[in-house]
Protein backbone atom coordinates (compact mmCIF):
# COMPACT_ATOMS: atom_id res chain seq x y z
CA UNK A 1 0.00 0.00 0.00
CA UNK A 2 1.38 3.37 -1.11
CA UNK A 3 0.64 6.23 0.87
CA UNK A 4 1.67 10.25 0.25
CA UNK A 5 3.35 11.90 2.88
CA UNK A 6 0.98 15.52 3.38
CA UNK A 7 4.28 17.40 4.32
CA UNK A 8 6.60 16.22 1.97
CA UNK A 9 4.21 15.21 -0.55
CA UNK A 10 6.32 11.98 -0.91
CA UNK A 11 5.12 8.59 -1.68
CA UNK A 12 5.85 5.59 0.71
CA UNK A 13 5.12 1.85 0.44
CA UNK A 14 3.52 0.14 2.98
CA UNK A 15 3.11 -3.37 3.73
CA UNK A 16 -0.40 -3.22 4.64
CA UNK A 17 -3.01 -0.40 5.99
CA UNK A 18 -2.22 -2.39 9.41
CA UNK A 19 1.30 -0.66 9.19
CA UNK A 20 0.29 2.99 9.66
CA UNK A 21 -1.70 4.15 13.01
CA UNK A 22 -3.34 6.82 10.92
CA UNK A 23 -4.53 8.17 7.50
CA UNK A 24 -6.65 10.01 6.06
CA UNK A 25 -8.60 9.23 2.64
CA UNK A 26 -9.96 10.05 -0.58
CA UNK A 27 -13.48 9.71 -1.92
CA UNK A 28 -14.18 11.35 -5.05
CA UNK A 29 -15.21 10.98 -9.03
CA UNK A 30 -12.65 10.93 -11.36
CA UNK A 31 -12.33 13.79 -14.21
CA UNK A 32 -9.83 14.62 -17.08
CA UNK A 33 -5.89 15.11 -16.50
CA UNK A 34 -5.91 13.16 -13.37
CA UNK A 35 -2.45 12.95 -11.68
CA UNK A 36 -1.25 9.31 -11.91
CA UNK A 37 1.81 7.68 -9.69
CA UNK A 38 3.90 7.94 -12.88
CA UNK A 39 2.98 11.34 -13.36
CA UNK A 40 4.00 12.08 -9.24
CA UNK A 41 7.52 10.19 -9.50
CA UNK A 42 8.24 11.88 -13.05
CA UNK A 43 7.02 15.64 -13.15
CA UNK A 44 8.40 18.58 -11.60
CA UNK A 45 6.19 20.54 -8.96
CA UNK A 46 5.50 22.86 -11.20
CA UNK A 47 4.38 20.80 -13.82
CA UNK A 48 2.14 19.11 -11.22
CA UNK A 49 0.40 22.05 -10.53
CA UNK A 50 -0.47 22.45 -14.24
CA UNK A 51 -2.47 19.54 -14.31
CA UNK A 52 -6.44 19.38 -13.27
CA UNK A 53 -6.29 16.80 -11.13
CA UNK A 54 -3.69 18.14 -8.58
CA UNK A 55 -5.67 20.73 -7.38
CA UNK A 56 -7.72 17.83 -5.04
CA UNK A 57 -4.31 16.05 -3.80
CA UNK A 58 -3.01 19.35 -2.62
CA UNK A 59 -6.39 20.32 -0.78
CA UNK A 60 -6.84 16.72 0.26
CA UNK A 61 -2.94 17.35 1.70
CA UNK A 62 -3.30 20.04 3.89
CA UNK A 63 -7.43 19.11 4.98
CA UNK A 64 -5.46 15.76 6.51
CA UNK A 65 -2.82 18.29 8.06
CA UNK A 66 -5.05 20.40 9.63
CA UNK A 67 -6.98 17.43 11.42
CA UNK A 68 -3.78 16.50 12.29
CA UNK A 69 -2.66 13.11 9.95
CA UNK A 70 0.80 12.33 8.26
CA UNK A 71 -0.28 10.39 5.70
CA UNK A 72 -3.25 10.18 2.83
CA UNK A 73 -4.04 7.46 0.50
CA UNK A 74 -5.47 8.89 -3.16
CA UNK A 75 -6.55 6.10 -5.80
CA UNK A 76 -5.27 8.75 -8.52
CA UNK A 77 -1.60 9.09 -7.44
CA UNK A 78 -0.77 5.74 -5.04
CA UNK A 79 -2.27 2.92 -7.18
CA UNK A 80 0.32 2.04 -9.88
CA UNK A 81 -2.68 1.31 -12.83
CA UNK A 82 0.28 0.17 -15.18
CA UNK A 83 0.92 -3.07 -13.36
CA UNK A 84 -2.45 -5.71 -13.43
CA UNK A 85 -1.18 -7.21 -9.99
CA UNK A 86 -1.22 -4.19 -8.26
CA UNK A 87 -4.33 -3.36 -9.71
CA UNK A 88 -5.63 -6.38 -8.54
CA UNK A 89 -3.81 -6.38 -5.51
CA UNK A 90 -5.56 -2.84 -4.48
CA UNK A 91 -9.24 -2.95 -5.50
CA UNK A 92 -9.26 -6.66 -3.81
CA UNK A 93 -7.96 -4.40 -0.45
CA UNK A 94 -9.91 -1.21 -1.39
CA UNK A 95 -12.63 -2.03 1.01
CA UNK A 96 -10.63 -2.43 3.86
CA UNK A 97 -8.27 0.13 3.45
CA UNK A 98 -11.23 2.53 3.55
CA UNK A 99 -12.39 0.75 7.37
CA UNK A 100 -8.88 1.26 8.42
CA UNK A 101 -8.90 5.15 7.56
CA UNK A 102 -9.25 7.59 10.11
CA UNK A 103 -11.50 10.01 8.33
CA UNK A 104 -12.41 10.03 4.90
CA UNK A 105 -12.87 12.71 2.53
CA UNK A 106 -15.60 13.16 0.36
CA UNK A 107 -14.58 16.22 -2.63
CA UNK A 108 -18.11 16.51 -4.62
CA UNK A 109 -17.09 18.75 -7.37
CA UNK A 110 -20.70 19.69 -8.90
CA UNK A 111 -22.18 20.87 -5.66
CA UNK A 112 -21.55 24.78 -4.72
CA UNK A 113 -20.23 26.11 -1.72
CA UNK A 114 -23.44 27.25 -0.70
CA UNK A 115 -25.17 23.94 -0.20
CA UNK A 116 -26.83 23.77 2.91
CA UNK A 117 -29.84 23.59 5.23
CA UNK A 118 -32.99 22.68 3.16
CA UNK A 119 -30.59 22.75 -0.22
CA UNK A 120 -28.58 20.03 1.09
CA UNK A 121 -30.44 17.16 0.52
CA UNK A 122 -31.24 18.43 -3.33
CA UNK A 123 -28.00 19.35 -4.10
CA UNK A 124 -26.67 15.83 -2.78
CA UNK A 125 -29.09 13.76 -4.62
CA UNK A 126 -28.00 15.75 -7.96
CA UNK A 127 -23.66 15.05 -7.41
CA UNK A 128 -22.44 12.63 -9.85
CA UNK A 129 -20.73 11.23 -6.27
CA UNK A 130 -24.08 9.22 -5.24
CA UNK A 131 -24.55 7.86 -9.06
CA UNK A 132 -20.58 6.28 -8.96
CA UNK A 133 -20.23 2.78 -8.23
CA UNK A 134 -17.21 2.73 -6.53
CA UNK A 135 -18.37 5.79 -4.57
CA UNK A 136 -21.07 2.96 -2.71
CA UNK A 137 -18.21 0.99 -1.05
CA UNK A 138 -16.53 4.05 0.22
CA UNK A 139 -19.90 5.39 1.57
CA UNK A 140 -20.29 2.49 3.41
CA UNK A 141 -16.79 1.25 4.52
CA UNK A 142 -15.71 4.36 6.33
CA UNK A 143 -16.62 4.95 9.59
CA UNK A 144 -17.11 8.76 8.99
CA UNK A 145 -16.79 11.04 6.36
CA UNK A 146 -16.51 14.89 5.60
CA UNK A 147 -18.39 16.06 2.69
CA UNK A 148 -16.50 19.00 0.94
CA UNK A 149 -17.89 21.44 -2.01
CA UNK A 150 -16.34 21.94 -5.47
CA UNK A 151 -14.01 24.55 -3.80
CA UNK A 152 -13.20 22.40 -0.54
CA UNK A 153 -15.84 24.34 1.44
CA UNK A 154 -17.16 21.96 4.45
CA UNK A 155 -20.81 20.46 4.26
CA UNK A 156 -21.55 18.26 6.05
CA UNK A 157 -20.43 14.84 7.97
CA UNK A 158 -21.88 11.19 7.19
CA UNK A 159 -22.92 10.84 10.61
CA UNK A 160 -24.24 14.19 11.03
CA UNK A 161 -26.67 13.58 7.73
CA UNK A 162 -27.28 9.76 8.15
CA UNK A 163 -30.70 10.10 7.40
CA UNK A 164 -30.71 12.35 4.27
CA UNK A 165 -27.92 9.52 2.87
CA UNK A 166 -30.41 7.09 3.66
CA UNK A 167 -33.18 8.81 2.17
CA UNK A 168 -30.88 9.04 -1.18
CA UNK A 169 -29.46 5.91 -1.94
CA UNK A 170 -31.93 3.68 -0.42
CA UNK A 171 -29.25 2.49 2.07
CA UNK A 172 -30.97 2.08 5.70
CA UNK A 173 -28.94 3.59 8.75
CA UNK A 174 -28.09 1.09 10.34
CA UNK A 175 -25.43 -0.28 7.50
CA UNK A 176 -24.16 3.33 7.24
CA UNK A 177 -24.05 3.76 10.98
CA UNK A 178 -21.16 0.51 10.65
CA UNK A 179 -23.81 -2.48 10.97
CA UNK A 180 -22.28 -5.99 9.60
CA UNK A 181 -22.95 -5.79 6.07
CA UNK A 182 -23.46 -9.51 6.21
CA UNK A 183 -26.78 -8.85 8.15
CA UNK A 184 -28.14 -7.24 4.98
CA UNK A 185 -29.05 -10.24 1.84
CA UNK A 186 -27.05 -10.15 -1.18
CA UNK A 187 -30.28 -8.94 -2.77
CA UNK A 188 -30.49 -5.86 -0.73
CA UNK A 189 -26.83 -4.99 -1.34
CA UNK A 190 -27.37 -5.70 -4.56
CA UNK A 191 -29.95 -3.19 -4.71
CA UNK A 192 -28.12 -0.65 -3.58
CA UNK A 193 -25.98 -0.25 -6.78
CA UNK A 194 -28.88 -0.72 -8.74
CA UNK A 195 -28.81 2.68 -10.04
CA UNK A 196 -25.18 3.00 -9.74
CA UNK A 197 -22.85 3.64 -12.99
CA UNK A 198 -19.05 3.07 -14.05
CA UNK A 199 -16.96 3.64 -16.49
CA UNK A 200 -15.87 0.31 -17.28
CA UNK A 201 -18.68 -2.54 -17.37
CA UNK A 202 -16.31 -5.06 -15.82
CA UNK A 203 -16.54 -2.30 -12.26
CA UNK A 204 -19.57 -3.34 -11.81
CA UNK A 205 -18.82 -5.99 -10.39
CA UNK A 206 -15.20 -5.35 -8.63
CA UNK A 207 -16.61 -1.90 -7.07
CA UNK A 208 -18.61 -4.70 -4.86
CA UNK A 209 -16.45 -7.31 -4.09
CA UNK A 210 -15.85 -5.44 -0.59
CA UNK A 211 -19.23 -5.21 -0.06
CA UNK A 212 -20.01 -8.95 -0.17
CA UNK A 213 -16.49 -9.51 1.66
CA UNK A 214 -15.15 -11.69 -1.54
CA UNK A 215 -12.01 -11.74 -3.55
CA UNK A 216 -11.58 -12.52 -7.48
CA UNK A 217 -9.02 -12.04 -10.02
CA UNK A 218 -9.65 -8.96 -12.41
CA UNK A 219 -9.65 -9.24 -16.07
CA UNK A 220 -10.51 -6.38 -17.86
CA UNK A 221 -12.00 -6.83 -21.50
CA UNK A 222 -14.12 -9.76 -20.20
CA UNK A 223 -17.62 -7.78 -20.25
CA UNK A 224 -20.37 -9.26 -18.06
CA UNK A 225 -18.71 -11.86 -17.08
CA UNK A 226 -17.19 -10.19 -14.44
CA UNK A 227 -20.18 -9.73 -12.65
CA UNK A 228 -21.38 -14.03 -13.15
CA UNK A 229 -18.21 -14.75 -12.02
CA UNK A 230 -18.67 -11.85 -8.76
CA UNK A 231 -22.36 -13.28 -8.33
CA UNK A 232 -20.81 -17.03 -8.32
CA UNK A 233 -18.10 -16.30 -5.61
CA UNK A 234 -21.06 -14.57 -3.32
CA UNK A 235 -22.96 -18.27 -3.91
CA UNK A 236 -20.09 -19.99 -2.69
CA UNK A 237 -19.08 -17.87 0.00
CA UNK A 238 -23.22 -17.86 0.93
CA UNK A 239 -24.99 -21.29 -0.51
CA UNK A 240 -27.74 -20.69 1.97
CA UNK A 241 -28.59 -16.67 0.61
CA UNK A 242 -31.02 -17.73 -2.09
CA UNK A 243 -32.11 -13.93 -2.47
CA UNK A 244 -29.09 -13.85 -4.81
CA UNK A 245 -31.70 -15.63 -7.15
CA UNK A 246 -34.49 -13.07 -6.05
CA UNK A 247 -33.86 -10.56 -9.17
CA UNK A 248 -36.30 -9.58 -11.83
CA UNK A 249 -39.80 -8.16 -12.26
CA UNK A 250 -41.53 -8.42 -8.71
CA UNK A 251 -45.23 -10.00 -9.56
CA UNK A 252 -48.07 -10.58 -6.39
CA UNK A 253 -49.34 -13.63 -8.29
CA UNK A 254 -47.99 -15.76 -11.59
CA UNK A 255 -51.25 -15.06 -13.20
CA UNK A 256 -50.28 -11.12 -13.42
CA UNK A 257 -47.35 -11.91 -16.16
CA UNK A 258 -49.35 -11.10 -19.59
CA UNK A 259 -47.93 -14.23 -21.36
CA UNK A 260 -48.80 -16.88 -18.45
CA UNK A 261 -51.92 -18.56 -18.12
CA UNK A 262 -53.36 -21.72 -15.90
CA UNK A 263 -52.88 -24.97 -17.31
CA UNK A 264 -56.41 -25.63 -17.14
CA UNK A 265 -57.48 -22.32 -18.85
CA UNK A 266 -54.98 -23.15 -22.06
CA UNK A 267 -57.01 -26.09 -23.08
CA UNK A 268 -59.99 -23.89 -23.73
CA UNK A 269 -58.01 -21.61 -25.87
CA UNK A 270 -58.98 -22.25 -29.53
CA UNK A 271 -55.94 -19.77 -30.75
CA UNK A 272 -53.32 -18.44 -30.02
CA UNK A 273 -53.00 -14.60 -32.05
CA UNK A 274 -49.02 -13.63 -32.69
CA UNK A 275 -48.22 -9.93 -31.81
CA UNK A 276 -44.93 -8.56 -32.94
CA UNK A 277 -44.94 -6.05 -30.22
CA UNK A 278 -44.66 -9.08 -27.63
CA UNK A 279 -42.00 -11.41 -29.15
CA UNK A 280 -40.29 -12.90 -26.79
CA UNK A 281 -36.47 -12.34 -25.60
CA UNK A 282 -33.97 -14.68 -24.69
CA UNK A 283 -34.30 -16.22 -21.20
CA UNK A 284 -31.96 -15.98 -18.86
CA UNK A 285 -30.15 -18.01 -16.52
CA UNK A 286 -30.50 -18.19 -12.61
CA UNK A 287 -27.75 -15.49 -12.29
CA UNK A 288 -28.34 -11.49 -13.13
CA UNK A 289 -27.24 -9.74 -15.80
CA UNK A 290 -26.23 -6.76 -14.05
CA UNK A 291 -26.61 -4.98 -10.58
CA UNK A 292 -29.81 -3.18 -12.48
CA UNK A 293 -31.46 -6.48 -12.11
CA UNK A 294 -32.19 -5.95 -8.60
CA UNK A 295 -33.57 -2.52 -8.41
CA UNK A 296 -36.89 -3.87 -7.13
CA UNK A 297 -35.65 -6.75 -4.62
CA UNK A 298 -34.17 -4.65 -1.96
CA UNK A 299 -37.50 -6.33 0.43
CA UNK A 300 -35.73 -10.36 -0.05
CA UNK A 301 -34.29 -11.45 3.39
CA UNK A 302 -32.76 -14.71 4.38
CA UNK A 303 -34.49 -17.48 5.70
CA UNK A 304 -33.66 -20.35 7.52
CA UNK A 305 -35.76 -22.23 5.58
CA UNK A 306 -32.75 -22.80 3.28
CA UNK A 307 -30.63 -24.28 6.39
CA UNK A 308 -33.75 -26.93 7.08
CA UNK A 309 -34.04 -27.87 3.12
CA UNK A 310 -30.86 -29.07 2.76
CA UNK A 311 -30.39 -30.35 6.35
CA UNK A 312 -33.46 -32.52 6.33
CA UNK A 313 -33.48 -34.23 2.96
CA UNK A 314 -36.27 -37.59 2.68
CA UNK A 315 -34.18 -40.67 3.53
CA UNK A 316 -31.84 -41.76 0.80
CA UNK A 317 -31.96 -38.16 -1.25
CA UNK A 318 -28.36 -36.75 -1.36
CA UNK A 319 -28.29 -32.81 -0.90
CA UNK A 320 -26.42 -30.72 -2.76
CA UNK A 321 -25.64 -26.97 -2.37
CA UNK A 322 -25.88 -24.88 -5.27
CA UNK A 323 -22.79 -25.38 -7.81
CA UNK A 324 -21.30 -24.08 -10.78
CA UNK A 325 -21.40 -26.13 -13.81
CA UNK A 326 -20.11 -24.52 -17.50
CA UNK A 327 -22.45 -21.67 -18.05
CA UNK A 328 -25.27 -23.15 -15.28
CA UNK A 329 -26.55 -23.57 -11.62
CA UNK A 330 -26.83 -26.82 -11.10
CA UNK A 331 -29.00 -26.86 -7.82
CA UNK A 332 -31.94 -28.51 -5.40
CA UNK A 333 -35.32 -26.48 -5.07
CA UNK A 334 -38.67 -27.38 -4.88
CA UNK A 335 -40.06 -27.54 -8.13
CA UNK A 336 -44.30 -27.23 -8.94
CA UNK A 337 -44.82 -29.04 -12.31
CA UNK A 338 -48.06 -28.82 -14.53
CA UNK A 339 -50.08 -26.03 -13.33
CA UNK A 340 -48.92 -22.77 -15.62
CA UNK A 341 -48.50 -22.29 -19.52
CA UNK A 342 -46.32 -19.85 -21.22
CA UNK A 343 -46.61 -17.95 -24.65
CA UNK A 344 -44.03 -17.58 -26.82
CA UNK A 345 -44.33 -15.05 -29.52
CA UNK A 346 -41.53 -16.30 -32.42
CA UNK A 347 -40.56 -13.92 -34.41
CA UNK A 348 -39.76 -16.67 -37.35
CA UNK A 349 -42.53 -18.48 -38.02
CA UNK A 350 -45.17 -15.59 -36.98
CA UNK A 351 -46.91 -18.31 -34.55
CA UNK A 352 -47.71 -18.43 -30.95
CA UNK A 353 -46.59 -21.50 -29.29
CA UNK A 354 -47.32 -22.70 -25.37
CA UNK A 355 -45.10 -24.23 -23.57
CA UNK A 356 -45.41 -25.79 -20.52
CA UNK A 357 -43.58 -23.85 -17.66
CA UNK A 358 -42.30 -24.74 -14.05
CA UNK A 359 -42.08 -22.80 -11.04
CA UNK A 360 -39.21 -23.52 -9.00
CA UNK A 361 -39.47 -22.04 -4.98
CA UNK A 362 -36.35 -20.21 -3.39
CA UNK A 363 -35.83 -20.91 0.05
CA UNK A 364 -35.94 -16.77 1.06
CA UNK A 365 -38.79 -14.34 1.65
CA UNK A 366 -39.81 -10.39 1.03
CA UNK A 367 -40.67 -8.10 3.82
CA UNK A 368 -44.32 -7.47 2.48
CA UNK A 369 -44.95 -11.17 2.69
CA UNK A 370 -42.89 -12.39 5.32
CA UNK A 371 -45.12 -15.85 5.68
CA UNK A 372 -45.06 -16.89 1.92
CA UNK A 373 -41.68 -17.97 -0.50
CA UNK A 374 -41.48 -16.52 -3.79
CA UNK A 375 -41.51 -18.73 -6.85
CA UNK A 376 -39.71 -17.97 -10.37
CA UNK A 377 -40.68 -19.44 -14.04
CA UNK A 378 -38.48 -22.08 -15.88
CA UNK A 379 -38.62 -23.24 -19.26
CA UNK A 380 -37.83 -26.21 -20.43
CA UNK A 381 -34.67 -26.62 -22.67
CA UNK A 382 -33.05 -29.82 -24.27
CA UNK A 383 -31.08 -31.34 -22.03
CA UNK A 384 -32.71 -33.18 -19.08
CA UNK A 385 -33.54 -31.30 -16.17
CA UNK A 386 -32.09 -28.29 -17.56
CA UNK A 387 -33.97 -25.10 -17.36
CA UNK A 388 -34.28 -21.13 -18.80
CA UNK A 389 -35.58 -18.45 -16.38
CA UNK A 390 -38.29 -15.62 -17.18
CA UNK A 391 -37.25 -12.40 -15.23
CA UNK A 392 -40.25 -12.61 -13.48
CA UNK A 393 -40.92 -13.88 -9.76
CA UNK A 394 -43.34 -13.83 -7.66
CA UNK A 395 -42.85 -12.85 -3.90
CA UNK A 396 -45.92 -14.31 -2.25
CA UNK A 397 -46.31 -17.74 -4.72
CA UNK A 398 -46.73 -20.08 -1.89
CA UNK A 399 -47.12 -20.15 1.73
CA UNK A 400 -44.18 -20.21 4.36
CA UNK A 401 -44.32 -23.87 6.03
CA UNK A 402 -43.66 -23.95 9.67
CA UNK A 403 -43.09 -27.71 10.24
CA UNK A 404 -39.51 -29.51 10.79
CA UNK A 405 -39.82 -31.66 7.30
CA UNK A 406 -42.45 -29.55 5.43
CA UNK A 407 -44.18 -31.36 2.37
CA UNK A 408 -42.74 -28.66 0.12
CA UNK A 409 -39.44 -30.41 0.48
CA UNK A 410 -40.67 -33.86 -1.23
CA UNK A 411 -41.15 -32.16 -4.40
CA UNK A 412 -37.09 -31.26 -4.44
CA UNK A 413 -35.59 -31.68 -7.95
CA UNK A 414 -32.10 -31.33 -9.62
CA UNK A 415 -31.54 -28.50 -11.54
CA UNK A 416 -29.13 -27.00 -14.09
CA UNK A 417 -30.56 -23.28 -14.78
CA UNK A 418 -28.70 -21.78 -17.86
CA UNK A 419 -29.04 -18.76 -20.18
CA UNK A 420 -31.33 -19.66 -23.13
CA UNK A 421 -28.82 -20.69 -26.92
CA UNK A 422 -29.55 -18.94 -29.80
CA UNK A 423 -31.91 -21.38 -31.76
CA UNK A 424 -32.19 -21.37 -35.13
CA UNK A 425 -35.33 -22.89 -36.96
CA UNK A 426 -35.13 -24.53 -40.35
CA UNK A 427 -37.33 -25.24 -43.11
CA UNK A 428 -38.51 -29.07 -42.47
CA UNK A 429 -38.86 -28.42 -38.64
CA UNK A 430 -41.60 -29.53 -36.82
CA UNK A 431 -42.85 -27.47 -33.84
CA UNK A 432 -45.29 -28.22 -31.26
CA UNK A 433 -47.70 -25.10 -30.73
CA UNK A 434 -50.00 -26.49 -28.07
CA UNK A 435 -49.98 -29.72 -25.97
CA UNK A 436 -51.85 -29.92 -23.29
CA UNK A 437 -53.09 -32.97 -21.28
CA UNK A 438 -55.29 -33.47 -18.09
CA UNK A 439 -54.47 -33.71 -14.63
CA UNK A 440 -54.74 -37.12 -14.27
CA UNK A 441 -52.45 -37.77 -17.50
CA UNK A 442 -48.58 -37.58 -17.18
CA UNK A 443 -46.72 -36.41 -19.74
CA UNK A 444 -43.02 -38.26 -19.14
CA UNK A 445 -40.94 -36.85 -22.06
CA UNK A 446 -39.93 -37.60 -25.67
CA UNK A 447 -37.73 -39.21 -27.99
CA UNK A 448 -36.10 -38.62 -30.60
CA UNK A 449 -36.15 -40.81 -33.53
CA UNK A 450 -33.10 -40.22 -35.33
CA UNK A 451 -29.67 -39.67 -34.63
CA UNK A 452 -28.95 -35.59 -34.15
CA UNK A 453 -32.67 -34.60 -33.45
CA UNK A 454 -33.40 -32.63 -30.32
CA UNK A 455 -36.36 -31.33 -29.27
CA UNK A 456 -35.88 -28.48 -27.43
CA UNK A 457 -38.50 -25.78 -26.28
CA UNK A 458 -40.70 -27.42 -28.47
CA UNK A 459 -38.95 -27.56 -31.63
CA UNK A 460 -38.20 -30.84 -33.45
CA UNK A 461 -34.99 -30.23 -35.79
CA UNK A 462 -35.14 -32.38 -38.62
CA UNK A 463 -31.67 -31.73 -39.76
CA UNK A 464 -32.51 -31.32 -43.43
CA UNK A 465 -34.35 -35.22 -43.48
CA UNK A 466 -37.68 -35.05 -45.44
CA UNK A 467 -39.78 -38.35 -45.08
CA UNK A 468 -39.60 -40.63 -42.14
CA UNK A 469 -39.60 -40.83 -37.56
CA UNK A 470 -40.00 -37.42 -36.39
CA UNK A 471 -40.55 -38.35 -32.54
CA UNK A 472 -42.26 -40.22 -29.93
CA UNK A 473 -43.74 -38.37 -26.81
CA UNK A 474 -44.63 -40.21 -23.78
CA UNK A 475 -47.91 -39.86 -21.55
CA UNK A 476 -48.84 -41.89 -18.70
CA UNK A 477 -52.50 -43.03 -18.26
CA UNK A 478 -52.52 -42.13 -14.05
CA UNK A 479 -56.40 -43.12 -14.19
CA UNK A 480 -55.55 -46.70 -14.51
CA UNK A 481 -52.18 -47.39 -12.53
CA UNK A 482 -49.27 -45.90 -12.93
CA UNK A 483 -47.72 -48.90 -15.43
CA UNK A 484 -50.35 -48.14 -18.63
CA UNK A 485 -48.86 -45.43 -20.91
CA UNK A 486 -48.96 -44.69 -24.48
CA UNK A 487 -47.00 -42.97 -26.77
CA UNK A 488 -47.53 -41.13 -29.75
CA UNK A 489 -45.08 -41.78 -33.13
CA UNK A 490 -44.83 -38.85 -35.17
CA UNK A 491 -43.55 -40.00 -38.83
CA UNK A 492 -43.60 -38.01 -41.76
CA UNK A 493 -44.60 -39.90 -44.87
CA UNK A 494 -45.20 -39.10 -48.64
CA UNK A 495 -47.96 -39.77 -50.74
CA UNK A 496 -48.33 -40.56 -54.66
CA UNK A 497 -44.50 -39.85 -54.39
CA UNK A 498 -44.42 -36.16 -53.18
CA UNK A 499 -42.50 -36.35 -50.27
CA UNK A 500 -43.89 -34.90 -46.85
CA UNK A 501 -47.19 -35.04 -47.92
CA UNK A 502 -48.60 -36.13 -44.81
CA UNK A 503 -48.07 -36.95 -41.19
CA UNK A 504 -48.67 -40.24 -39.81
CA UNK A 505 -49.48 -40.87 -35.97
CA UNK A 506 -49.36 -44.10 -33.99
CA UNK A 507 -50.87 -44.87 -30.76
CA UNK A 508 -48.70 -47.12 -29.13
CA UNK A 509 -50.04 -48.86 -26.06
CA UNK A 510 -46.89 -48.59 -23.68
CA UNK A 511 -46.25 -50.34 -20.25
CA UNK A 512 -43.73 -48.04 -18.03
CA UNK A 513 -42.82 -51.21 -15.68
CA UNK A 514 -43.56 -51.58 -12.25
CA UNK A 515 -41.47 -49.31 -9.15
CA UNK A 516 -37.77 -49.92 -8.68
CA UNK A 517 -37.19 -53.02 -6.35
CA UNK A 518 -40.91 -54.49 -6.94
CA UNK A 519 -41.02 -57.69 -8.87
CA UNK A 520 -41.86 -57.77 -12.39
CA UNK A 521 -45.54 -59.03 -13.23
CA UNK A 522 -48.26 -58.48 -15.96
CA UNK A 523 -49.65 -55.33 -16.70
CA UNK A 524 -53.20 -55.60 -15.47
CA UNK A 525 -56.17 -55.07 -16.44
CA UNK A 526 -54.42 -55.70 -20.27
CA UNK A 527 -57.44 -54.60 -21.83
CA UNK A 528 -56.74 -57.41 -24.36
CA UNK A 529 -54.27 -55.26 -26.10
CA UNK A 530 -50.53 -55.78 -25.89
CA UNK A 531 -48.10 -53.62 -23.99
CA UNK A 532 -44.43 -52.88 -25.33
CA UNK A 533 -42.35 -52.48 -22.60
CA UNK A 534 -40.86 -48.74 -23.01
CA UNK A 535 -37.40 -49.67 -24.02
CA UNK A 536 -38.86 -51.14 -26.86
CA UNK A 537 -41.66 -49.14 -27.96
CA UNK A 538 -39.58 -47.52 -30.61
CA UNK A 539 -39.43 -50.48 -33.18
CA UNK A 540 -42.51 -51.82 -31.99
CA UNK A 541 -45.51 -52.64 -34.54
CA UNK A 542 -48.44 -50.76 -34.40
CA UNK A 543 -52.01 -51.63 -34.54
CA UNK A 544 -54.37 -49.90 -37.70
CA UNK A 545 -56.84 -49.14 -36.05
CA UNK A 546 -54.06 -46.84 -33.41
CA UNK A 547 -52.89 -45.03 -36.87
CA UNK A 548 -54.15 -41.99 -38.37
CA UNK A 549 -52.37 -39.47 -40.83
CA UNK A 550 -52.29 -36.04 -41.32
CA UNK A 551 -52.67 -34.31 -44.63
CA UNK A 552 -50.60 -31.56 -45.56
CA UNK A 553 -50.76 -28.23 -45.48
CA UNK A 554 -53.54 -28.44 -42.90
CA UNK A 555 -55.34 -31.19 -41.03
CA UNK A 556 -57.08 -32.55 -37.80
CA UNK A 557 -57.61 -36.10 -36.64
CA UNK A 558 -58.69 -37.41 -33.22
CA UNK A 559 -58.02 -40.72 -31.86
CA UNK A 560 -60.83 -42.05 -30.17
CA UNK A 561 -59.47 -45.68 -28.81
CA UNK A 562 -59.95 -47.07 -25.71
CA UNK A 563 -58.86 -47.32 -22.53
CA UNK A 564 -56.80 -44.51 -23.66
CA UNK A 565 -57.86 -40.40 -23.25
CA UNK A 566 -59.29 -38.90 -26.82
CA UNK A 567 -56.37 -37.74 -28.43
CA UNK A 568 -56.61 -34.31 -31.27
CA UNK A 569 -54.10 -33.76 -32.98
CA UNK A 570 -54.25 -30.52 -35.44
CA UNK A 571 -51.16 -29.79 -38.24
CA UNK A 572 -50.60 -26.63 -40.48
CA UNK A 573 -47.82 -25.92 -42.48
CA UNK A 574 -46.28 -22.36 -41.58
CA UNK A 575 -44.11 -20.69 -44.36
CA UNK A 576 -41.05 -19.43 -42.84
CA UNK A 577 -39.83 -16.01 -43.85
CA UNK A 578 -36.27 -15.41 -42.65
CA UNK A 579 -34.11 -13.83 -45.16
CA UNK A 580 -31.58 -17.04 -45.24
CA UNK A 581 -34.60 -19.16 -45.89
CA UNK A 582 -35.63 -19.94 -49.94
CA UNK A 583 -39.24 -18.86 -50.79
CA UNK A 584 -40.49 -22.41 -50.25
CA UNK A 585 -39.18 -22.62 -46.84
CA UNK A 586 -41.79 -23.99 -44.17
CA UNK A 587 -42.12 -25.31 -40.54
CA UNK A 588 -44.87 -28.14 -39.89
CA UNK A 589 -46.64 -26.64 -36.59
CA UNK A 590 -49.06 -29.10 -34.25
CA UNK A 591 -51.58 -28.88 -31.66
CA UNK A 592 -52.47 -31.30 -29.69
CA UNK A 593 -54.78 -31.86 -27.16
CA UNK A 594 -55.35 -35.31 -24.59
CA UNK A 595 -59.00 -35.01 -23.33
CA UNK A 596 -59.49 -37.63 -20.19
CA UNK A 597 -62.71 -39.35 -20.19
CA UNK A 598 -64.12 -41.21 -17.30
CA UNK A 599 -63.34 -45.42 -17.45
CA UNK A 600 -65.49 -47.82 -16.40
CA UNK A 601 -64.88 -50.61 -13.66
CA UNK A 602 -63.15 -53.74 -15.14
CA UNK A 603 -63.33 -56.79 -12.76
CA UNK A 604 -60.20 -58.41 -11.98
CA UNK A 605 -61.22 -61.39 -12.51
CA UNK A 606 -62.93 -60.84 -16.20
CA UNK A 607 -60.50 -58.96 -18.53
CA UNK A 608 -60.07 -60.84 -21.08
CA UNK A 609 -62.46 -59.46 -23.65
CA UNK A 610 -62.50 -56.04 -22.39
CA UNK A 611 -60.99 -54.69 -25.43
CA UNK A 612 -63.58 -56.70 -28.02
CA UNK A 613 -66.48 -55.11 -26.28
CA UNK A 614 -64.84 -51.35 -26.39
CA UNK A 615 -65.10 -52.19 -29.97
Excluded at 243 to 270: C, H, Q
Aim: proline share 6%; aromatic share 8%; charged share 25%.
Amino acid sequence: MRLLNVHSYQIHSFPSSDAIEEFAILSHTWGTDEVTLQDWQSLSRDELEVKKGYRKIDHCCKQALKDGYDWVWIDTCCIDKTSSAELSEAINSMFRWYQDAAICYAHLTDVPDDAGGDSLQPKLSASRWITRGWTLQELLASRDIIFFSQNWQHLTTKLESLDILSTITGIEREYLEGAPLEDASAAKRMSWAASRETTRIEDTAYCLLGIFDVNMPLIYGEGKKAFKRLQEEIMKANPEDHTLFAWGDIVEKMTDIPYIIEKSKAAEMEDIPWEASKISQPLSGLLAESPRDFKNSGGFQIHNIATKFYKHAPRGVITFLPQIQDKSIRLQLPVHYNTYQSICYWKQPQIATLSCTAVAVLLCCHEKAPNCLPGILLRSCSERSSFNRTREICHRYTGLPTTVRPAIFKFREMLNIGPQRQLRIESGDVMLRRYLWGKDTDAMGWRTMTIGQTIPEGIIKMRGVKNGPICLLYNRVCQVSCRHGFGMKFTRVEKDGEGMAGISVSLVPLDVGPPEGVKFEPIKPDFGIKWNPRTQCMRCPVLPEFTKVLGMPSDTIIIDALPFPMITIKAERVPLNAKNNATDAFVDVLDIVITERMLPYYPKDDQSNTHDNMH
